[in-house]
């Protein structure tokens, strides 16, 4: 049997576990849209601004209690220009796992939560050409507390209902 749960803000019963990301960075929607082509090198995986911020997209996972797959938050994390080039360098290889892992910023405004810009986490490469699994550091955000101890099937559909049907849904870089 799937996972499936109901969506209090559509009413329609959803099939799989969903899985939410943003397209870019959260800098990257502060760079004027006009200028985005010159200033901004973005692609699925990776985007640097102005050749001096660097950013990677990974997986913030969140175990789900009674289930094997996590509800995951497809965000971008800021590395350093060196852990950047040593991310870059490993992209291409299947084994990767035993690369860093590197510290970063996470950037990125996750609306069901307080302030998540800037939280601190570590980018941990995964073998197989899967995208980096994002470890938030331990503290008492709640975020952070989620991803610790796992969330309900009711807290999936609430997250589900909030990032696709709330207020903040429809900004730009926002979830």
């Not at 959803?14 to 082509?37: I, K, N, Q, W």
Request: aromatic share 12%; charged share 20%; proline share 6%.
């Amino acid at each position: 049997m799937s996972f499936e749960f109901h969506c209090t803000a559509c009413g329609q019963t959803h099939h799989g576990m969903p899985a939410l990301d943003a397209a870019a960075p959260l800098s990257y929607y502060t760079v004027p849209e006009d200028e985005r082509e010159t200033r901004c090198q973005l692609d699925s995986d990776a985007c640097i601004i102005d050749d001096t911020y660097y950013f990677v997209r990974g997986c913030l996972e969140i175990p789900v209690h009674g289930e094997q797959e996590p509800f995951s938050w497809g965000v971008w994390v800021s590395l350093s220009e060196q852990s950047f080039r040593q991310w870059l360098e490993s992209y291409e290889s299947e084994k990767r796992s035993h690369i860093g892992p590197f510290f970063g910023w996470l950037n990125a405004a996750l609306g069901p939560y307080p302030d998540t810009v800037n939280l601190k986490t570590s980018v941990c490469l995964r073998d197989g050409f899967i995208r980096p699994f994002i470890e938030l550091e331990p503290t008492d955000h709640p975020l952070a507390v989620e991803q610790r101890e796992g969330i309900s099937v009711q807290r999936v559909a609430e997250l589900y209902a909030l990032a696709v049907h709330g207020d903040y849904a429809a900004e730009e870089g926002n979830f």
